[in-house]
């Protein structure tokens, strides 16, 4: 099984962002997290600060992923580009947010990827994305039957 797991704007940052919000864990600790939750499936991991990239990397994964994992970051709250890439899409999708969007500014209460997304992970830190990609090949094995 092929999964992507996408990370928004200023995930770069991660570790030194906000660490009171987002903890002290770097992005690539995250890619390791999320290689060893899924030792047998492939992992395209990846991060991007434009929203176009993002867009082009869910249409790459068309016929190719069995499952998605995406953090949008603040697209999450603005990007109905995401949303309508990932409809696209006859696959799992999870969304996943190390913090809890609805414990936190009002803006962050709505998610346009939610509408697409199979179900959601939020508040748990990094250990949400190794759930998630647990997650997402449970729900691919399930769907090959
Ligand atoms: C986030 C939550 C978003 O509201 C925020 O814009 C982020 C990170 C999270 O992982 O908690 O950049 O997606």
């Known amino acids: 099984d092929i999964i992507y797991v996408l990370n928004g704007p200023n995930l770069n940052l991660l570790g030194q962002r906000e660490p009171e919000i987002y903890g002290r864990q770097t992005l690539s600790d995250i890619e390791a997290l999320c290689r060893a939750a899924a030792p047998d ?3 395209v991991f990846r991060q991007s600060n434009h929203e176009g990239e993002l867009v082009d990397w869910i249409h790459e994964a068309r016929g190719k992923a069995s499952a998605l994992v995406i953090n949008p970051a603040a697209f999450t709250h603005t990007s109905v580009a995401l949303l309508d ?3 696209t ?3 799992p999708v999870i969304e996943c947010h190390l913090s809890n969007p609805a414990a936190r500014e009002e803006f962050r ?3 346009y990827v939610s509408l697409a997304a199979t179900g959601v992970i ?3 830190g990094p250990h949400g994305y190794e759930l998630a990609v647990r997650a997402a090949l449970r ?4 769907r090959a039957g």
């Open 109 to 111: 209460r709505h998610s």
């Open 139 to 142: 729900l691919a094995q399930e």
């Open 122 to 124: 939020s508040g748990l």
């Open 89 to 91: 899409l006859d696959i």
């Open 41 to 43: 499936a492939e992992i």
């Open 85 to 87: 890439a990932l409809k």
